[in-house]
């Protein structure tokens, strides 16, 4: 039985924002972000990017579910992750707002 890759990755656009996909063929979705294929895509008028992370996987949900998730994270976050600074993504995963319980003593 054919086992398939799946990726997920982030890309850095020549504007420094980011951008994240999946791709089944990491080389050849690298090739089209910069070919400048589609009009219509993010990384059009970003051009050139650069390929800043990836993470192989071998189930297809595992990476979608994954990239679902980092989606939603800051480009902080992101950058943190193409880093391996696990301690900066648990410190950026807190919540800051001045009214988050943390930031409340305890009642005696």
């Known amino acids: ?8 990755y982030i890309l850095e656009c ?3 924002l980011l951008y994240t996909g999946m791709t089944n063929n990491i080389n050849r979705r690298l090739q089209v972000h910069n070919s400048g ?3 219509l895509s993010f990384s059009y008028k970003r051009r050139p990017v650069e390929l800043l992370f990836h993470q192989e996987f071998n189930d297809v949900f595992q990476a979608y579910h994954f990239e679902a998730r ?5 480009a902080k976050k992101k950058r943190a992750l193409a880093d391996d600074d696990f301690d900066l993504i648990k410190i950026l995963a807190e919540c800051q ?3 988050h319980s ?5 009642l005696p």
């Open 1 to 8: 039985m054919k086992t398939y890759q799946f990726y997920v």
């Open 37 to 39: 294929i589609n009009p």
């Open 102 to 106: 943390k930031h409340f003593s305890k």
């Open 14 to 16: 020549s504007d420094g």
């Open 97 to 99: 707002n001045a009214t």
């Open 70 to 74: 980092i989606k939603r994270w800051s």
